[in-house]
């Protein structure tokens, strides 16, 4: 099956975490994916959190698969002059260095622009250009504080909390990729190439939309009345931890299900949503709250909306998380049980279908990563094991036109 991306050639000068998740998407798409990395060392993440003495750690191998690897230092006037000819006939150089780190190595935008016109460069940051804070090395909580995403998660009794799901790095790297994928229909309409641009803040802030949202709803009425502090606590002028409340026009929350008291996950998330109200009365088994004025609308219910939700926690106490959504399920009620990574990682659908997979890895064995969560009719990715450090070093210098004998001199100088 041919893929989409077959024939755009990637310069993947990329580390961490925000970078990678880009060009490793691009690279299951079909684009040949040509990860530059420092010689010896290479991304950090090969030796981070190591869970097998010497081989890459999985932190690497989970945003690493299908490129290839090639060993450059950047800095010596040979690797400069290989990633020279490698800009020329590349059509995306993709980055995720601190700010300033690619002008200093000599690879200004106007540079790469007069190398090769046609040349998409993007890059992520923690800040947008110009920002007061533009300056600044960014991790992933740091721009879920910057991005709005840690003051108004977690509960109003605790401290601004950060979420295991990475709205910093892998949200800005796929935000990144729409940005070259339309970068790359535009030199196809105009011939050039172009800077792309995407901040982690940036990233973080798109996904708290609702929590703007939220803001400016406050700033008009005083309250808000999905939130738990509605209408028994106290609002002051801004947005407020709303624990596992709902984010949007229906209340839901976490229950407590059978088994709840030693398994941490035996929970389930259950949504009130206005028009399902009758049938979540019927699968409770409380068909007197139908037409009951104190239950019948949204509105009646708010004020005791954890008192409806610990009746449902007693209907749930004799049932699993899964036969309460496998009952739930049949009265058209939007729920789900809590996974564990551990479920997940055993859940049949989701090897069925691809999202977790398991790739073979020439060090490590097989390991289980995330397969693409994108589902296309004419294309199912093949997730390949992550390449190892400098795997592909000769072939790609061979590919760019370098002896037997230059490759072994730029060896023997280190500079790759
Ligand atoms: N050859 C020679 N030098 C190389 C090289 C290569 N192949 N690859 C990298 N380097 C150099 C860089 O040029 C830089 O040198 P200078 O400091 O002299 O300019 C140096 O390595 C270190 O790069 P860095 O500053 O990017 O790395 P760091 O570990 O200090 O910082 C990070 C890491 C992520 C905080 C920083 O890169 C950053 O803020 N990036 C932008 C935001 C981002 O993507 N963060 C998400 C990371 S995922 O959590």
């Given at each position: 099956?041919?893929?989409?991306?077959?024939?755009?050639?990637?310069?993947?000068?990329?580390?961490?975490?925000?970078?990678?998740?880009?060009?490793?998407?691009?690279?299951?798409?079909?684009?040949?994916?040509?990860?530059?990395e420092r010689p010896g060392?290479?991304?950090?993440?090969?030796?981070?959190?190591?869970?097998?003495?010497?081989?890459?750690?999985?932190?690497?191998?989970?945003?690493?698969?299908?490129?290839?690897?090639?060993t450059l230092d950047t800095k010596t006037?040979e690797g400069k002059?290989v990633?020279?000819?490698?800009?020329?006939?590349?059509?995306?150089?993709?980055?995720?260095?601190?700010?300033?780190?690619?002008?200093?190595?000599?690879?200004?935008?106007?540079?790469?622009?007069?190398?090769?016109?046609?040349?998409?460069?993007?890059?992520?940051?923690?800040?947008?250009?110009?920002?007061?804070?533009?300056?600044?090395?960014?991790?992933?909580?740091?721009?879920?504080?910057?991005?709005?995403?840690?003051?108004?998660?977690?509960?109003?009794?605790?401290?601004?909390?950060?979420?295991?799901?990475?709205?910093?790095?892998?949200?800005?790297?796929?935000?990144?990729?729409?940005?070259?994928?339309?970068?790359?229909?535009?030199?196809?309409?105009?011939?050039?190439?172009?800077?792309?641009?995407?901040?982690?803040?940036?990233?973080?802030?798109?996904?708290?939309?609702?929590?703007?949202?939220?803001?400016?709803?406050?700033?008009?009425?005083?309250?808000?009345?999905?939130?738990?502090?509605?209408?028994?606590?106290?609002?002051?002028?801004?947005?407020?931890?709303?624990?596992?409340?709902?984010?949007?026009?229906?209340?839901?929350?976490?229950?407590?299900?059978?088994?709840?008291?030693?398994?941490?996950?035996?929970?389930?998330?259950?949504?009130?949503?206005?028009?399902?109200?009758?049938?979540?009365?019927?699968?409770?088994?409380?068909?007197?709250?139908?037409?009951?004025?104190?239950?019948?609308?949204?509105?009646?219910?708010?004020?005791?909306?954890?008192?409806?939700?610990?009746?449902?926690?007693?209907?749930?106490?004799?049932?699993?998380?899964?036969?309460?959504?496998?009952?739930?399920?049949?009265?058209?009620?939007?729920?789900?049980?809590?996974?564990?990574?551990?479920?997940?990682?055993?859940?049949?659908?989701?090897?069925?279908?691809?999202?977790?997979?398991?790739?073979?890895?020439?060090?490590?064995?097989?390991?289980?990563?995330?397969?693409?969560?994108?589902?296309?009719?004419?294309?199912?990715?093949?997730?390949?094991?992550?390449?190892?450090?400098?795997?592909?070093?000769?072939?790609?210098?061979?590919?760019?036109?370098?002896?037997?004998?230059?490759?072994?001199?730029l060896?023997?100088a280190r500079s790759v």
């Amino acid at each position: 099956m041919s893929k989409p991306l077959e024939g755009i050639k990637i310069i993947d000068f990329t580390h961490v975490q925000a970078g990678p998740a880009c060009t490793q998407l691009l690279a299951w798409f079909g684009a040949d994916v040509i990860k530059v990395e420092r010689p010896g060392s290479g991304d950090v993440t090969r030796s981070q959190l190591r869970d097998i003495p010497d081989a890459d750690a999985l932190y690497f191998t989970m945003l690493n698969s299908n490129k290839r690897s090639l060993t450059l230092d950047t800095k010596t006037p040979e690797g400069k002059e290989v990633l020279e000819k490698l800009v020329k006939e590349s059509d995306v150089l993709v980055e995720n260095f601190a700010p300033g780190a690619l002008d200093r190595m000599g690879f200004t935008w106007e540079r790469l622009n007069e190398l090769n016109p046609k040349l998409i460069v993007a890059s992520v940051k923690g800040f947008s250009d110009g920002h007061h804070y533009d300056d600044l090395k960014v991790y992933e909580n740091v721009a879920q504080c910057a991005g709005g995403a840690a003051s108004t998660t977690g509960f109003w009794d605790g401290p601004p909390t950060v979420s295991a799901a990475a709205l910093g790095d892998s949200n800005t790297g796929m935000h990144l990729a729409i940005g070259i994928l339309t970068a790359l229909i535009g030199r196809g309409q105009t011939g050039r190439g172009q800077k792309v641009a995407v901040s982690m803040q940036d990233s973080v802030i798109n996904l708290c939309r609702v929590k703007l949202r939220d803001q400016q709803r406050l700033d008009r009425v005083g309250y808000l009345e999905e939130y738990p502090q509605y209408p028994h606590g106290e609002f002051t002028d801004v947005v407020p931890r709303g624990g596992n409340a709902g984010g949007g026009g229906q209340p839901g929350w976490v229950l407590k299900c059978k088994g709840w008291e030693t398994d941490p996950n035996a929970y389930i998330y259950f949504t009130i949503q206005g028009h399902a109200w009758e049938p979540i009365c019927r699968a409770l088994g409380k068909p007197e709250w139908i037409s009951d004025p104190n239950y019948a609308t949204a509105q009646a219910r708010q004020p005791h909306i954890f008192d409806i939700f610990a009746t449902i926690e007693e209907w749930l106490a004799d049932k699993t998380k899964y036969e309460a959504v496998d009952i739930l399920r049949k009265f058209d009620i939007p729920c789900a049980p809590v996974l564990s990574m551990k479920e997940i990682a055993n859940d049949p659908s989701l090897r069925a279908s691809g999202t977790i997979v398991e790739v073979p890895h020439k060090e490590r064995g097989s390991y289980l990563t995330v397969g693409s969560p994108i589902k296309f009719s004419g294309l199912k990715p093949e997730i390949t094991g992550s390449p190892l450090l400098g795997e592909h070093t000769d072939e790609i210098l061979a590919e760019l036109g370098y002896s037997k004998d230059q490759i072994a001199h730029l060896h023997a100088a280190r500079s790759v």
